[in-house]
């Protein structure tokens, strides 16, 4: 037994009984009249949600781009666990592995709206309060940071529509807000599944010119063996999971101008990737502070600034043939921090113009260190890379009304980016310095726009349309890391990366002829140039040298990141929603979304190619009656790689969840619910050399929920 397998179980019950005593002593001071649960009466209209799509509130019926919010309400029907969860049965938006994120490998969670992801790093900006949550160096996102109790709503912009949120926003934006509490309240929740424990608990606090909430939330999870049942051997272990977060807010009317808040996040996560050998944990700290001034015109003046830093330990190995034995391949630390703000302000009813401006800066920084070449018992080469990356910009954009039925809208915004002190040291163990490079400085800048329509063509019905251009800049570890995967895949970095640039449209009908119905129908175009993605450079049919990777095991595969040329996505979205009279509920949404390879220059077999991780159909069904909802989700095939050799078969999983009902007592409620009901073996990734991974089996929860208060 290694020190890690006796130490870790301990480690885990004693982190689980420390949060629990830490949840229980959110409990408030005296509690306060029961909360009734969520009642699930009607669609909301259009007119009445307010999103921060372009930077500045505005209700959905007035963007001219496909939006969807996620309410409250919604999280609550939903089956799902963690925020990752919930997003899964977001038209549109998919995972490059759609894992649940207790078993998931960080670099498998990257989130993809139409069509354009397919590598670890999210072409999707994802905010928590404005502020990102994807990581500052890798470009990942760990979903299980922001507790699902806290969330108020998810706004989901598909598309780069949005000028106003700048470099890491190409395909679209994630923007989770949580609760702003004007009232005491407490909330506590246990959930026994059938391969885990879960609990969160909120404490809320406020008055009339303060509020606030503190909430924590733990995981320990047995897991699943994720290897598909016929490829399993001695090696394959359930990928179990364990973490806690915790979580606070402030918010104060420091005048009768001036808003301040502030919030933190604590995140601690420990995983095992499948196997005795490949475990990585994770520790992560978040803070922000800002301000809002109210002008006596009307406008605002809003500032942010936040800080992140983690530590981020993870191990690989290789697995033979036969799944029976492996050894380590490598062990990284990777240390990263990134700072940042942003000031915006915004001066509505400036006659017929709605007008925002504002500037925003990253900078982020990150070194790893990695031992990997094991031989006779022992890593013998010592590999450190790193840098420093600044992105900053500047926008403008206006909303004009043009009578009582037309809107345009229009925005531009300047980037700036800059990566500097870029390095690769390679040396032997104990010995000599293999190699020393320090890459050049690089730098650029790009001016991207986005144009409007917005048509009130009845009181029921509105067309829209927009036109945009955006960029994403590479992150630090596509610039300096390579990395190996499982299935004995090496991927070289790449530090001469240019950004990638997209070019996009679309047109849209929202069609609402009364409170219970909502029809929205998208179609969309895009273009992006100089994408980024993993190219296979040669597949290993016996152990050997292949440069760039350097040694690569047979069956292995040797990949770089390169600038492949140019892809193509277009789709048409659809999305009904019904609610009828009797308490029923019906909703489904389509996407079709084929996204190509339709220029690589220097690699003509590439043309043609679907982008690996994008389904050309994905569709959600939910059914809804007398407190219980049967959700449907279909995920087309899709390929796991550039050259479309691995190709990840197609799955319909269905789930059950009951409404929280009262049980004896007007505080306390319990739901029920079943994931996967059917037991589908349904593929998550299909590596080019066979290896099948699948999503969980059926599995069974009771959610049981003391609520107090607002």
């Known amino acids: 037994m290694t020190l890690r397998e006796a130490v870790l179980p301990a480690l885990r019950r004693t982190r689980r009984g420390f949060l629990l005593l830490a949840l229980w002593g959110l409990w408030p001071a005296a509690a306060l009249e029961a909360q009734d649960p969520v009642p699930a009466d009607s669609v909301i209209a259009l007119g009445e949600l307010i999103v921060s799509a372009l930077r500045a509130p505005t209700s959905v019926g007035e963007i001219p781009v496909n939006v969807t919010t996620v309410t409250r309400e919604e999280l609550r029907l939903s089956a799902a666990q963690t925020l990752q969860d919930v997003l899964q049965e977001v038209p549109g938006l998919n995972f490059r592995f759609p894992f649940q994120a207790g078993v998931a490998h960080p670099s498998w969670q990257a989130v993809t709206l139409r069509g354009l992801g397919g590598t670890a790093a999210s072409r999707t900006l994802v905010l928590v309060d404005g502020v990102p949550l994807n990581d500052p160096y890798f470009g990942w996102v760990r979903w299980s940071q922001v507790p699902v109790e806290v969330i108020e709503r998810i706004e989901i912009v598909r598309g780069g529509a949005t000028v ?53 939330e733990f995981l320990d999870s047995d897991g699943y063996i994720l290897t598909e049942p016929s490829l399993r051997g001695a090696v394959d ?95 990284q630390d990777v240390p990263s921090s990134g700072i940042g703000a942003n000031l915006v302000w915004q001066k509505p009813g ?28 022992a890593f013998t080469r010592r590999r450190e890379t790193g840098g420093d ?91 300096y890391k390579p990395f190996r995967a499982a299935g004995n895949v090496v991927n070289e970095s790449n530090e001469a990366l240019n950004p990638e640039q997209v070019l996009g449209a679309e047109v849209g009908l929202d069609l609402q002829p009364d409170p219970t119905v909502l029809i929205r129908l998208t179609a969309f175009w895009a273009r992006v140039s100089d994408a980024i993605t993993d190219v296979t450079i040669q597949e290993a049919e016996t152990s050997g040298v292949i440069q760039p990777c350097g040694f690569v095991a047979a069956g292995g595969v040797c990949r770089r990141r390169d600038n492949v040329g140019t892809l193509r996505s277009v789709g048409l979205e659809t999305e009904i929603e019904l609610r009828p009279s009797g ?59 550039d050259l479309n050799t691995g190709e990840i078969a197609g799955s319909f999983l269905v789930d059950l969840r009951t409404q929280p009902t009262r049980l004896f007592v ?18 998550m990734s299909h590596d080019a050399n066979g290896f099948i991974r699948v999503a969980a089996p059926r599995s069974w929860f009771i959610g049981w929920r003391a609520r107090f208060g607002g």
């Not at 009232?183 to 909120?202: N, S």
């Not at 007007?666 to 593929?683: H, K, P, R, S, V």
């Open 164 to 216: 106003s949120w700048g470099s890491q926003s190409l395909a679209g934006v994630v923007h989770v807000i949580t609760r702003s509490p004007r009232a005491g309240g407490f909330t506590a929740g246990l959930r026994p599944e059938d391969f885990a424990l879960r609990g969160d608990a909120v404490a809320s606090f406020g008055g009339d010119r303060a509020g606030g909430y503190v909430a924590g």
């Open 666 to 683: 007007d505080w306390l409620t319990y739901e029920l619910g079943i994931q996967n009901i059917f037991d589908t073996t349904a593929e």
């Open 389 to 479: 990356q600044t992105l900053y910009g500047f926008f403008i954009q206006d909303r004009i009304r043009l009578g009582d039925r037309w809107q345009l809208y229009g925005g531009l915004r300047f980037d700036r980016w800059r990566n500097a002190a870029g390095m690769r040291r390679v040396a032997v163990i104990g010995g000599d310095v293999l190699t020393d490079n320090a890459f050049e400085d690089r730098s650029g800048s790009k001016l991207s726009h986005n144009l409007g329509v917005l048509l009130d063509a009845s009181d029921a019905a509105t067309l829209r349309g927009s036109f945009y251009s955006g960029l994403r800049v590479p992150t630090l570890n596509e610039l």
């Open 583 to 641: 308490g029923w509920l019906l909703a489904v949404s389509h996407q079709f979304n084929p996204t190509e390879v339709t220029e690589a220059p220097g690699r003509p077999d590439l043309i043609g190619n679907e982008v690996q991780g994008s389904p050309a159909h994905r569709a959600i069904l939910r059914v809804g009656y007398g407190g219980i909802y049967v959700t449907g989700r279909y995920l087309g095939s899709r390929f796991d790689n």
């Open 237 to 331: 272990i359930p990928s179990a999971s364990t973490h806690a977060t915790l979580r606070a807010k402030v918010e104060i009317e420091a005048g009768e101008r001036l808003r301040i808040h502030a919030q933190g996040n604590y995140f601690d996560q420990d995983k095992d990737n499948a196997t005795p050998l490949r475990n990585n944990t994770t520790e992560a700290g978040f803070g922000q502070i800002g301000a809002t001034l109210l002008g006596e015109d009307g406008s605002t003046l809003a500032f942010n600034t936040y800080m992140q830093s983690q530590s981020y330990v993870n191990s690989f190995s290789s697995v033979d043939a036969a799944r029976d034995s492996e050894q380590p391949s490598i062990s």
């Open 350 to 377: 400036l006659g017929s113009h709605n007008l925002t401006l504002g500037t925003d800066i990253l900078s982020a920084t990150g070194e790893a260190s990695e031992q990997y070449l094991f031989r006779d018992g």
